[in-house]
Each structure stands twice: as C-alpha cells, then as structure tokens.
C-alpha cells in the first residue's frame, strides 16, 4: 500500500523587532560576513519547510532583510506595528500563510531572527517530531548538565491551533497562553544550552561573532 503523502510544514521567521536594546536595527548587523537575519533565515531554509514566510517591519528596515535575504524562497509579510510587540507578529504571519488558515498545512514553525547559532538540523527535528507525534506543539528548550533548563524557540504548531493564534495578545511573549493550554500534549526537544544565544545587545553580537569564528559545530 503506498505511503500517503506527508502534509505540508511552513516555517516562519519573525524579524519584525523594534532592535531597542540594541540601539540599531539588529537584523542587519553583520555577523560572520552575513546579516544577522540571514543566518536564522538559512537555518529555517535548510530545515526541511515546504513554505517560508519572513514577517518584517514596515520601511527601509524591512527592505534592508527583503534584500538580505536574496536568493532564499521566503515570503515576505509586512507587520505594520511591530511596536504591539511580539504577538502582532504571530497574528501577521498566521494572517498571511500560503492558502491561509485552510490552506492543507499540517503545522507551522516559528523561529527568530535573533538566534543565529540555531541550524537546519534542530528544525527538522521538531518537524520529524511533529510527523511522528501529531503533538499539538512541538517545543525547544535548551539544557547542559546542572543547569535548569531554559525554553525558547523555535516553537511548532498544528494547523488546526492557528485560528486560536489570532488571538495571540499583544505582548513580547507570544502565544504563551496557547503554549500553556496544550502543554500536557506537547513534545519538548533538548537542544544543547550553547544554541540558545540570542542576539539582543552589542556585547550578545559579539559573543555570536567569537562562537562563529571558533568554528564550533553549530
């Protein structure tokens, strides 16, 4: 009997944040000769997605990441107030998915501009995990031995969560409430501590920039 054909797994890159303990639009700074922007978006493009979505900033800053991320099959979506915070970003890219709510995906990734050190392989695994679960969300946290663990994105979604998502508040949490309701059917990932780095401050890029440059397996 053949195998029924998988459905399909969108990935979303939210880059819309406002930079403002950075004091410069972060997703452009250079990071290892590319913009930051551009290592999570070619994590996100190399983790198995059959649909990529890219959530930006309205201006000369949203065009700044259109153009650095030339040449990756993204979708770009514009957040008009990136100033709601987080939340406002989810609800854009859940507005704004190929086909819309009922357009066949199974489930839908949300990652982070501002964690480089992520790659394509800790994607593909909460989409594995995602197949052979069917979980509700599939979850990333992010561990080394003695110290309690810490969650953080990326963080997936089934389909059938995305209408409740457009209810996401506006705060810099994201869909935390949604996360909480179906927390007892959800599956966690373990990723090692070293990939939870994000990039939020000029001392955080260049702490990105010595971890790239010592050719660490990322």
Same mark, same amino acid.
């Given at each position: 009997?053949? $195998? !029924?054909?998988?459905?399909?797994? #969108?990935?979303?890159?939210?880059?819309?944040?406002?930079? $403002?303990? *950075?004091?410069?639009?972060?997703?452009?700074?250079?990071?290892?000769?590319?913009?930051?922007?551009?290592?999570?978006?070619?994590?996100?493009?190399?983790? /198995?997605?059959?649909?990529?979505?890219?959530?930006?900033? !309205?201006? $000369?800053?949203?065009?700044?990441?259109?153009?650095?991320?030339?040449?990756?099959?993204? @979708?770009?979506?514009?957040?008009?107030?990136?100033?709601?915070?987080?939340?406002?970003?989810?609800?854009?890219?859940? $507005?704004?998915?190929?086909?819309? &709510?009922?357009?066949? &995906?199974?489930?839908? %990734?949300?990652?982070?501009?501002? *964690?480089?050190?992520?790659? /394509?392989?800790?994607?593909?695994?909460?989409? @594995?995990?995602?197949?052979?679960?069917?979980?509700?969300?599939?979850?990333?946290?992010?561990?080394? !031995?003695?110290?309690?663990?810490?969650?953080?994105?990326?963080?997936?979604?089934?389909?059938?969560? &995305?209408?409740?998502?457009?209810? @996401?508040?506006?705060?810099?949490?994201?869909?935390?409430?949604?996360?909480?309701?179906?927390?007892?059917?959800?599956?966690? &990932? @373990?990723?090692? #501590?070293?990939?939870?780095?994000?990039?939020?401050? !000029?001392?955080?890029?260049?702490?990105?920039?010595?971890?790239? #440059?010592?050719?660490? %397996?990322?």
């Amino acid at each position: 009997m053949p $195998t !029924p054909p998988r459905q399909p797994v #969108a990935g979303v890159l939210l880059a819309a944040g406002r930079s $403002t303990r *950075m004091g410069r639009p972060k997703q452009l700074e250079p990071l290892a000769g590319r913009p930051l922007v551009r290592h999570a978006a070619q994590a996100l493009a190399d983790g /198995g997605h059959d649909a990529l979505l890219c959530v930006i900033p !309205p201006g $000369t800053v949203g065009d700044g990441i259109r153009a650095a991320l030339t040449g990756l099959p993204f @979708t770009f979506v514009v957040n008009p107030d990136p100033a709601r915070g987080l939340g406002s970003s989810f609800r854009a890219a859940v $507005t704004a998915l190929p086909g819309g &709510l009922d357009g066949g &995906l199974a489930a839908v %990734n949300f990652a982070l501009a501002d *964690m480089p050190l992520l790659g /394509g392989a800790q994607h593909t695994a909460l989409i @594995t995990a995602f197949h052979e679960s069917g979980a509700p969300v599939v979850l990333a946290r992010y561990a080394e !031995p003695g110290v309690e663990p810490v969650r953080a994105p990326p963080h997936l979604f089934r389909a059938d969560l &995305l209408r409740a998502m457009q209810d @996401t508040p506006d705060t810099d949490h994201g869909p935390r409430d949604l996360i909480r309701a179906h927390a007892a059917q959800a599956v966690t &990932l @373990t990723f090692p #501590a070293r990939l939870l780095l994000d990039v939020d401050t !000029p001392d955080a890029l260049a702490q990105a920039e010595a971890l790239l #440059a010592g050719h660490q %397996n990322f």
